[in-house]
């Protein structure tokens, strides 16, 4: 009994002195170097975009659209001007000092409602980009790293998709479905879900064939776990970059469907909705159809220009 008991407890010394045990200093040396990595990559980051005075432009645009879009209510002169009111005593009174960006035919107060639709624009591109980032980026990464007749499939379905000119097909969903900003937003995330992909497919491709998946392959992990951990964040800086630009695109996009009459309806203060509407005037009041136009202008024009200045960032091969 006594030489069993020798022996379990020689095994457990044994199995005790096997294990090695992680140095503190180690450790924190080598969390201390991975944090000193990650500043200077901000550092050169923050450099390279502060450097490109149009990606600094387009910052400054879309963070003036997004803090418009979120205390708007709280600027605006007339807030119940978003709504059906009527002030038919003041109609199409050009710009003033009280009315900033004049009135439409209604009396309503048109800088009150370019302002409100600031949020709305801006709410109707994000959906559109998450659901489409949503379908495209889990199918492309399926697609890309495990290939085979289900990653196959899935790409002759996405060139379907894109083989169709997107404004026809959103115009064709919107009207089978019928009008409303939340069909014309069903309508655009199924146009740009299959731009991702492709965009997803096509790096992740390039991706699994790196080194370090094949050392995460070959110390057993599993196909889930390398995709979460090292393809997706691999993959996150052309996602990012493509989301930015793509921004503006759907905001333009939903405008035009509301132009239309295919989006937004009236009387919700949506660009597209009140260009529409302002070019029954055209040209004698003029500032009813410029404005929100102006406005649309602006914010693709931000969004393009910061999109700019990260794929500069995030894109090496960009950098010259």
Request: hydrophobic share 45%; glycine share 10%.
């Amino acid at each position: 009994m006594n030489k069993k008991t020798q022996q379990m407890t020689g095994k457990n010394t044994q199995n005790t002195e096997a294990q090695p045990q992680e140095n503190p200093q180690s450790s924190w040396a080598r969390w201390k170097e991975e944090k000193e990595s990650s500043i200077r990559n901000m550092k050169l980051s923050w450099y390279l975009f502060r450097k490109s005075p149009t990606s600094m432009l387009g910052a400054v645009i879309v963070g003036i659209f997004l803090i418009m879009a979120m205390i708007g209510p709280m600027i605006v002169p007339f807030p119940e001007d978003a709504t059906g009111t009527v002030h038919i005593e003041r109609k199409l009174t050009a710009p003033n000092s009280t009315h900033l960006f004049g009135t439409d035919e209604l009396g309503r107060d048109i800088y009150t409602r370019v302002v409100l639709g600031t949020r709305i624009s801006l709410q109707i591109g994000l959906i559109i980009i998450l659901v489409a980032m949503g379908i495209g980026v889990p199918l492309g990464v399926t697609a890309g790293y495990l290939g085979g007749p289900f990653g196959e499939l899935i790409m002759r379905i996405t060139d379907m998709f894109l083989s169709i000119p997107g404004r026809i097909f959103a115009l064709a969903v919107v009207g089978a479905m019928g009008p409303g900003m939340t069909n014309c937003m069903i309508a655009l995330s199924i146009v740009w879900w299959p731009g991702y992909v492709r965009l997803v497919q096509g790096r992740t491709l390039a991706v699994r064939e790196e080194s370090f998946i094949e050392a995460a392959r070959s110390v057993g992990a599993k196909k889930w776990r390398i995709i979460f951990n090292h393809i997706l964040p691999n993959c996150s800086s052309v996602i990012i970059v493509k989301a930015s630009m793509d921004m503006g695109m759907a905001i333009l996009a939903a405008a035009g469907l509301g132009f239309i009459g295919l989006g937004a309806q009236p009387p919700m203060p949506e660009w597209g909705v009140m260009i529409s509407e302002g070019r029954n005037f055209l040209p004698e009041w003029w500032w009813y159809a410029t404005f929100p136009g102006l406005a649309i202008f602006t914010t693709v024009l931000g969004f393009n220009l910061l999109g700019d200045g990260l794929r500069d960032i995030l894109d090496p091969q960009s950098r010259g």
